[in-house]
């Protein structure tokens, strides 16, 4: 057997395997950067950085990085964002990516350390805005220590009846109060306990907290 | 053979096999599809099961959660959920590696009680109901009770517009040779007058009465006649067609003015024994015809089948699904193509109940109600599959389902309702977190030292009731909680309090 190879069947071969190759290896690239969508990521004052990673692969690296608020093309899918900041909580977030996905708004909360100890100031503002609100009933109750959340501008307490032998009884309530434009104000009344229906303008995480604080004490 | 050639040979084949892998690769590229599967929020998917449409009802269970590759194709994808539910969908599977993607929706809508006597089928009036069976007479309950009924069999009652109500009292057998003819009256729900439509020639029973959205018809396999009774009348007409028969009930079906029969499909129910007599399949067809002039629409060729044991016309004659042995087809009446295969099942399917002019409630299995939709593709449990053993889903009016069932699990705290269930499937259904209050209903009531936890439904919603002394109220919702419910989730009356700050902070 004498097989005999022209330089041209070479050439030709070489030519059709490349680009064979390309047609394969190129389209696959062409068409995962068509399906990438652009997304405006949009950190908050108190965010750093973030870094991106792929939830199917978060062990690995990310898959993107940015120290300020700017654009990154990522692939429909979805992913974990971890934050970096001062006194924020670096937790990942979980985002989903879809066709209709433009922009992604990261505003990681501040820690409970720092919340327990940077809104004390805010306290005396709290209890006016309760005395005022409730001249006379808030007499027969005791406001316990609360909790600050989010970005200290929600504050949830509970008040406990000084009066066990009063006609409304010595059930404890619990209390929420928003600060807005500065100023704090209770939002609804205090309740035995929160519905999510009736207080659907209060994050769920300060309801389910608040609720838990009214039980336990 | 020398090193030289040797080398080439090798070059030739190694080259071929590459060339063939490369080939392979492209083919696979060019003829598979991927599915991605999105659970809702809440929920993991337990398992993923699939059948090409034209294969269904058998599937193929997915060793995979989150997607499928599978060759390109129409197919039908069930997904079961680790909430007791599924979610069926149609989906069309493209080339080139194609992402088709389900966003899986999970619905639970609460079963709410119905007081009364053991009866297969349930129907409302003048906010009561009445509930019936065709062997022994009807039982009107709350407001329905000034409905004065016959001592005879109602063996069939429905809404033929909103106002009025068609009861037909069967035939009643007093012995072999002695009968009395079976008559249908209205009922004005506004002014409860009730009207002698007529008495109906032919013997009615529920095996041979048929319902579309604005009339009743009883189907003569015997004289092969059609008597339509609505509120205009009673019309008897000779059907000229062949139709097929399942036992010594017609397969057909009626539509707002359209018919549609089968033939060709020998269906063979199940002998004493479990066994199932097998005759050869052959093709099978539904025509389509105008019921006033019997004048051919259209023809649907549903295959080589013998199991069909019925068939029904939406209400708008715009689609006919088929009850097979093990499952529902769907078909667009227009196109006559298939619209949706609801997965198999190993008990044979019931029959369906329209909702609306696209939607049909539906058992599946021995467990489990289902609603399909066919301008969406897409099938889905509207209660927790663990619930309720569906007895017979009665009819559907406005948003609320009213069926007969029983609790599935003896030992679980669903309530027996003798009277039946009503499901109110009112609640925004695009909002995939619907509360789960079928585990509230579970654990409710509770009786405690100092106070009581029970429930009822608004709106079907649950709503808690709290009867708790004044300092118990915060015992009775730690004790929501020990029950593992989230009291936030629902709404709560506290009986005989005022919330004392409420009083104060609205002045």
């Known amino acids: 057997m004498n097989l005999v190879i022209s330089k041209k069947t070479v050439l030709v071969a070489i030519a059709l395997l490349v680009g064979i190759c390309c047609l394969v290896f190129g389209t696959g690239p062409l068409i995962n950067y068509l399906n990438e969508k652009t997304v405006d990521f949009k950190l908050s004052e108190y965010a750093k950085s973030i870094d991106i990673y792929a939830e199917k692969d978060s062990s690995g690296g990310p898959v993107a990085s940015l120290n300020t608020s700017g654009t990154i093309r990522l692939k429909p899918g979805r992913y974990l964002v971890t934050p970096r900041g001062d006194n924020i909580i670096t937790d990942e977030i979980y985002i989903e990516i879809d066709q209709t996905t433009t922009e992604i708004s990261v505003n990681p909360y501040f820690t409970e350390e720092y919340l327990s100890t940077a809104f004390d100031a805010d306290l005396k503002a709290i209890q006016e805005a309760i005395y005022k609100k409730y001249p006379n009933t808030i007499k027969d109750f005791t406001l316990s220590t609360g909790k600050f959340y989010h970005f200290g501008d929600w504050y949830g307490a509970t008040l406990y009846n000084t009066q066990p032998f009063g006609e409304i009884g010595i059930d404890t309530y619990g209390i929420l109060l928003h600060k807005e434009n500065s100023w704090w104000g209770v939002v609804g009344d205090p309740e035995i306990v929160f519905l999510r229906a009736s207080y659907s303008t209060v994050p769920e995480d300060i309801i389910d907290d608040v609720n838990q604080m009214i039980i336990l004490n | ?507």
Request: a negative charge.
């Open chain 2, 1 to 507: 053979m020398g090193v030289r050639n040797l080398i080439k040979l090798a070059m030739v084949i190694g080259t071929s096999l590459f060339l063939v892998g490369i080939v392979s690769f492209v083919v696979f590229w060019v003829g598979n599809g991927r599915v991605i599967i999105h659970p809702p929020e809440g929920s993991d998917v337990e398992q993923i099961s699939y059948c090409a449409v034209d294969a269904c009802p058998v599937m193929e269970h997915a060793s995979a959660k989150e997607s499928l590759t599978i060759p390109k194709g129409d197919y039908t994808v069930n997904i079961t959920l680790d909430n007791n539910s599924n979610y069926v969908k149609n989906v069309t599977v493209g080339g080139f590696l194609a992402k088709a993607e389900i966003d899986v929706k999970s619905y639970k809508f609460s079963p709410s009680t119905l007081e009364g006597v053991d009866k297969q089928y349930v129907i409302p009036l003048n906010g009561g109901y009445v509930t019936y069976n065709q062997d022994d007479t009807a039982k009107p309950l709350g407001n329905a009770a000034q409905l004065q009924l016959d001592i005879r069999p109602l063996s069939a009652a429905k809404y033929v517009d909103e106002n009025n109500v068609v009861l037909i009292y069967g035939t009643h057998a007093q012995d072999e040779n002695n009968t009395v003819n079976a008559y249908a009256s209205l009922y004005n729900t506004n002014s409860g007058a009730v009207s002698k439509i007529g008495d109906i020639d032919v013997t009615t029973s529920a095996q041979n009465t048929y319902y579309s959205s604005n009339a009743v018809y009883v189907v003569s396999a015997i004289d092969k006649t059609i008597t339509k009774i609505s509120a205009d009348g009673i019309v008897t007409k000779s059907l000229p067609m062949q139709y097929s028969m399942n036992g010594s009930r017609p397969i057909v079906a009626f539509g707002k003015d359209f018919m549609a029969v089968i033939s060709g499909n020998d269906y063979s129910p199940p002998i004493d024994d479990g066994e199932v007599e097998a005759p050869k399949p052959i093709a099978s067809l539904i025509t389509v015809y105008k019921i006033s002039d019997f004048s051919k629409i259209t023809e649907i060729d549903v295959g080589q089948r013998n199991d069909i044991s019925d068939i029904s016309l939406s209400p708008n004659d715009a689609w006919i699904t088929i009850t097979a042995k093990s499952n529902l087809i769907s078909y667009n009446l227009k196109t006559g193509k298939k619209i949706l295969s609801t997965p198999s099942t190993i008990t044979e399917s019931e029959h369906l109940v329209w909702s609306d002019d696209h939607s049909y409630l539906y058992q599946n299995g021995v467990t489990g109600l289902y609603r399909a939709d066919l301008e969406t593709k897409e099938s889905y449990s509207i209660v927790d599959n663990s619930l309720l053993i569906v007895d017979y889903i009665s009819c559907v009016i406005g948003e609320k389902v009213y069926l007969t069932a029983s609790p599935n699990n003896p030992n679980s705290n669903t309530r027996m309702s003798q009277g039946g269930y009503t499901i109110d499937l009112s609640s925004d259904t695009s909002n995939t977190t619907v509360i789960d209050s079928d585990s509230l209903v579970r654990v409710l009531p509770y009786n405690g030292a100092t106070f009581t936890i029970g429930y009822h439904f608004e709106k079907g919603k649950p709503v808690i009731d709290v009867d708790a002394r004044a300092g118990s109220r915060n015992t009775a919702i730690s004790m929501i909680y020990s029950l593992n419910q989230d009291p936030s989730d629902y709404m709560i009356i506290f009986n005989n309090y005022t919330n004392p700050f409420r009083k104060e902070g609205s002045r």
